[in-house]
C-alpha cells in the first residue's frame, strides 16, 4: 500500500495526483513499485468501441484531393529549387510519403543536391527579407505544453542572469578583485549545453570501455547499443574540417530557399537553420499545403521505407498508428518544439507496443536475416540500414509466434495507453524498435542525473538506424510528467467505457 501510494496510486482506483520530488525519487517514476490495476474491455465495450474507432478513422483520414495538391506543390518547388541548382531533386517522405498520413497534414521534402557543386555565397543584398520567425520558432524545445509562459519566465531569468554578471564584473574591474566564479546555469542553459556535447560527442567520443567490474561481454553490448561499433570509421580532422564545411553549406542552401520562396509568393516562410536537420518552412499559396523543406535526408528516405513496410505487414498497424497521432494532436503533445513528441516518434512507440505484445504482433524486421544469399548491408552516412525485405522470411517468423495475437484495434488501443501509462519503466529502459524489445540506458550512455530537471535522457526513443539520435531528447521531466499522464488519462477513460470524441477531445490551456 505504501508503494502505490508513493507512485502516486490509490487503492485499485488508477492513477490520482502527482507524486511529489521525493515520491518520484523513491518510486522511480516508472510506474513499477505498485502493481497497476487492469480492467480489458467486455465483449460488448470492445464492439462499440470498434464501431467508434471506425467511424473516427474515416473522419481523419486524407481526402482523395489531398495528395493531388501534395504532387502540385513538390512539382513547384522542384521548378523553383531547379532554377539555381538544376541538378537538385525534391523528394517527399514521411507520413506524407507513406500511409501514416492524417488529414490536412503538411508536406515533408528532402531536396537532394550535390553539395560540391554548391557555391557559397553573400546574402546580405536580401536583408530587406522579413521572414515569419515569431517567438516559440525556435528550434530548442521548451517545456511542455504551457511552453509560452515558460519561455517568458526563462526570459526574465536570463535578463537578470545578465545583469548581475554585468554588476560583478564592474565590481570587479573597480575593486581589483579576482574574477568571481560564474554563476550557476539555468534549466534552458543546462538543456543548450546538454545539447551541444550529445551533438558533438557523436563523432568525437570513442567507444565506450568496460568497467573495472565489468566483462568484456558487457563492454561489446555497451558498444554494439551505443551506435559506436567499430566499423564506423571515426573522421579524421580533414574529414570533419569537411564536414564542418558541408553543414555550412546546407545551411546557405536553407535561407537562399527561404529567400526564393518568399520573391516567389509563398506565405509563411520560416528558416531554421540552426536545427539539428536544418530546414525551411513555408505554406503553398495556390494549395494551402505547408511543406518542410531539408536537405539531402537519406536517412528520412530509409525511415520512411521501414515504416511503411511495418504497415504493409499488418492493416491494424496504420489503423492504430493514426488514431495516436490524431490523439497525441489533439492533446497537445505532439510538438518537439514545445517539449513533446514528433508524429515520427509517435508512430515508433506503437510500432514497439506491438512488437512487445503477446503473440507479437509486428517482428523486428532488422534482426530477421535469411540463412543464405545475404548482400552487403545499405550503409546511409556510415550507420547500418538493413531490415528484411524477404517475404516468405518474414511470414515465417510471424507464425512461428505463439498464440498469433488476434486483438481488434480498440483493445490495441487501450493496452497502448496502458503499457506507457502504467508499465514502461522510464527510468531505465529505452524503446528500441530496432531490437523490438527494451535496452537499458546504462548500455548506451543515455543516463540522466538525479537532480537534472532538463536532461536529454528521461524518455529515450531510439531511432531505428541513427543510433546515437534520441527521440525523446525533446522532452524533460516535467514534459514527460505531462505526456504520461495523458497516457494515463486515456486508458482510465477507455477502461469506464468513454467514448473516442471524449478521449480525443481537444486540450484547453488553462
Given at each position: 500500500q505504501q508503494q502505490q501510494q508513493q507512485c502516486g496510486r490509490g487503492q485499485g482506483r488508477g492513477w490520482t495526483s502527482r507524486p511529489s520530488r521525493h515520491q518520484e525519487a523513491s518510486a522511480g517514476y516508472c510506474g513499477r513499485a505498485g502493481r497497476p490495476c487492469t480492467r480489458p474491455l467486455s465483449k460488448q465495450q470492445d464492439q462499440l468501441l470498434c464501431q467508434d474507432v471506425a467511424e473516427l478513422l474515416a473522419k481523419i483520414e486524407p481526402l482523395p484531393g489531398e495528395a493531388e495538391k501534395r504532387t502540385r506543390a513538390l512539382a513547384y518547388l522542384q521548378e523553383l529549387v531547379a532554377q539555381r541548382w538544376p541538378q537538385a531533386k525534391c523528394e517527399m517522405y514521411g507520413s506524407s510519403a507513406g500511409v501514416y498520413c492524417l488529414r490536412g497534414a503538411d508536406m515533408d521534402v528532402s531536396v537532394f543536391v550535390d553539395l560540391d557543386t554548391v557555391e557559397l555565397e553573400d546574402l546580405s543584398d536580401?536583408?530587406?527579407?522579413?521572414f515569419d520567425v515569431k517567438k516559440m520558432s525556435r528550434t530548442k524545445p521548451v517545456e511542455g505544453r504551457y511552453a509560452e509562459q515558460q519561455w517568458r519566465a526563462r526570459q526574465e531569468r536570463l535578463k537578470l542572469e545578465r545583469e548581475r554578471r554585468e554588476a560583478e564584473k564592474e565590481c570587479g574591474a573597480d575593486g581589483g578583485e579576482a574574477e568571481p566564479n560564474p554563476p550557476e546555469a539555468t534549466a534552458g542553459d543546462t538543456a543548450t549545453n546538454a545539447s551541444a556535447t550529445n551533438?558533438?560527442?557523436?563523432?568525437?567520443?570513442?567507444a565506450p570501455t568496460a568497467t573495472e567490474d565489468a566483462t568484456q561481454e558487457q563492454a561489446e553490448q555497451r558498444e554494439a547499443c551505443s551506435g559506436t561499433a567499430a566499423d564506423r570509421p571515426v573522421p579524421d580532422a580533414a574529414a570533419q574540417a569537411a564536414a564542418e564545411r558541408n553543414e555550412e553549406k546546407v545551411r546557405y542552401i536553407v535561407l537562399r530557399l527561404a529567400r526564393m520562396l518568399k520573391r516567389g509568393g509563398m506565405?509563411?516562410?520560416?528558416?531554421?537553420?540552426?536545427?539539428?536537420?536544418?530546414?525551411?518552412?513555408?505554406?503553398?499559396?495556390?494549395t494551402g499545403v505547408t511543406c518542410d523543406v531539408c536537405i539531402n535526408n537519406e536517412l528520412g528516405k530509409a525511415n520512411t521505407k521501414l515504416l511503411a513496410a511495418y504497415a504493409e505487414l499488418d492493416p491494424r498497424v496504420r489503423k492504430l498508428c493514426l488514431l495516436v497521432k490524431y490523439w497525441a494532436k489533439r492533446r497537445c503533445i505532439n510538438s518537439p518544439y514545445q517539449g513533446t513528441l514528433s508524429?515520427?516518434?509517435?508512430?515508433l512507440l506503437v510500432i514497439f507496443f506491438l512488437q512487445r505484445r503477446v503473440g507479437a504482433v509486428l517482428p523486428a524486421l532488422q534482426q530477421l536475416r535469411p540463412v543464405i544469399g545475404i548482400e552487403k548491408d545499405p550503409v546511409i552516412l556510415g550507420w547500418n540500414c538493413y531490415y528484411c525485405k524477404d517475404n516468405a522470411l518474414i511470414a515465417s517468423a510471424m507464425r512461428n509466434e505463439k498464440g498469433r495475437n488476434k486483438e481488434t484495434v480498440a483493445t490495441l488501443l487501450l493496452e497502448f495507453f496502458r503499457f506507457y501509462g502504467r508499465e514502461f519503466n522510464y527510468k531505465d529502459d529505452v524503446v528500441s524498435v530496432r531490437l523490438?524489445?527494451?535496452?537499458?540506458?546504462?548500455?548506451?550512455?543515455?543516463?540522466c542525473k538525479a537532480n537534472s530537471r532538463s536532461s536529454r535522457y528521461w524518455w529515450c526513443i531510439e531511432d531505428?538506424?541513427?543510433?546515437?539520435?534520441?527521440?525523446?531528447?525533446?522532452?524533460?521531466?516535467?514534459?514527460?510528467?505531462?505526456?504520461?499522464?495523458?497516457?494515463?488519462?486515456?486508458?482510465?477513460m477507455l477502461e469506464e467505457g468513454a467514448n473516442m470524441a471524449m478521449v480525443c477531445a481537444e486540450f484547453e490551456q488553462k
Open positions: 536580401d536583408e530587406d527579407l522579413e551533438e558533438a560527442s557523436a563523432c568525437s567520443r570513442p506565405e509563411e516562410v520560416m528558416p531554421l537553420p540552426r536545427a539539428r536537420m536544418p530546414v525551411v518552412k513555408f505554406r503553398h499559396t495556390a508524429s515520427y516518434a509517435y508512430v523490438g524489445c527494451e535496452i537499458k540506458k546504462t548500455l548506451k550512455d543515455w543516463t531505428p538506424f541513427d543510433l546515437t539520435h534520441n527521440l525523446g531528447r525533446v522532452a524533460d521531466r516535467d514534459s514527460l510528467y505531462t505526456m504520461r499522464g495523458e497516457f494515463m488519462r486515456a486508458c482510465k
